[in-house]
């Protein structure tokens, strides 16, 4: 296996930046898409999609939003980071190669929003684990954040540790503020876009957003990509019967999650 620059980086740091990843045509169409979605309240839907905000200060959280009509589809499988990220966590050379995307969602920050510091490598949830085995990046989830508004200072851009993703211990101001860091621990910086860009990175790395303090909107989409084995292995849905059957316990290891839909 060669590896380029960029995989050097991303093993390095745990992150790069694909500049100019998306073209501005599409760009323009994702944000003509948000502008015409209709305001939700919490858990509202319209059609396929759920506002659901992870937490109450990031801003407004539009999940499955690849269900919000072509120009989300076009992210799917885009060219400027499809390889890179079946490279990262496709588990690439293996009986199970391929990728699922678990969660993708627009995010709508306005003045005031932030997301809070979270994540490391010494918390090795597998799902979100960083590993480099045998000369393979086997990491667990892999995500690209993809800048449709320009985002520098006072926007509330994503702040990273750089490297974090291999760090044994938590920073400590995520113990001293029990997981609500909102100003960005020792060690962050900022990451700063142009619309289009888009930032690639492991989940196991620090991350979160700082607050947005000019007018106005930052806007991202967040498509979260794993290993292909997300899902049933063959595809195959269990029967509302079987489903209502079970007993709890049983029910869980077969759905740990419910589906979720606007009926
Ligand atoms: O909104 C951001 O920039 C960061 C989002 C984030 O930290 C997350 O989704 O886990």
Redesign the pocket.
Known sequence: MKYDLDDYFFDLNGYIILKGAVQADLISQLNRSLDSFPTLPFKGWHGNVQRMD?NGD??I?LQNIVEAGAPFEQLIDHPSWLDRVKRYCGEEGTYVEGLFIDEC?A?I?RTG?F?????GGHEAALRNQYKFLNNRFRCGQV?I?LALTD?GPGD????IIPASHKSNIAHPRFLEEAGNTKEPPEGAIE?HLKKGDA?LFV?ALC???CARTNPGE?R?V?Q?YGPSWGNTRYGFQYSKELLDRLTPERRRILQPIEPRTPR
């Open positions: 992870n990031a801003g959280e969602f995010s920050r929003g997301f809070a510091v979270h994540s995500n954040l985002i509330g851009a994503t702040v990451v930032l989940d991350h979160g957003a930052r991202v967040i979260r």
